[in-house]
């Protein structure tokens, strides 16, 4: 089976969505630029992110190469997230602690499949069978 388990997916994911959150909205409440709080929570968020879905989600060792593809991930997904964050809170005049709970919803699909591209990667095979 390719995760080792769909709850320990849901939680990472769902901390992460949570710390994204907060971050947005405490950044907003202090004022920060749009591009500076999206780039404050991505940091935190990936770290996290990377981290727990390697080791629990999917249980792959840590690798430069695994951070990397997952970097690459989250940010097509911050690239896809930025508009639909800007339509809720600029567009449609909503609050940001509106705006980006309901942004983190409508990308959640998008985020599973790059989460798992980037990290669910068959492992190397050890040597050959005889």
Do not use: E, Q
């Not at 709080?37 to 989600?57: D, K, P």
């Not at 999917?58 to 430069?64: A, I």
């Not at 990667?121 to 050959?128: E, N, V």
């Amino acid at each position: 089976m390719i995760t080792r388990s769909r709850s320990a997916f849901l939680g990472i994911s769902g901390t992460c969505l949570a710390v994204h959150n907060v971050l947005m909205i405490v950044t907003d409440w202090a004022g920060m630029p749009l591009w500076l709080a999206i780039a404050v929570s991505f940091t935190v968020a990936t770290l996290i992110g990377y981290l727990g879905h390697s080791v629990l989600t999917f249980g792959r060792p840590l690798s430069l190469g695994g951070l990397g593809r997952y970097s690459v991930g989250m940010v097509t997904s911050v690239v896809i997230a930025i508009p639909v964050i800007w339509f809720w809170k600029v567009a449609l005049n909503l609050p940001m602690v509106i705006a980006s709970p309901v942004a983190g919803v409508c990308t959640v699909g998008i985020n599973f499949i790059l989460t798992r591209w980037a990290i669910a990667r068959p492992l190397a095979s050890t040597g050959s069978a005889s």
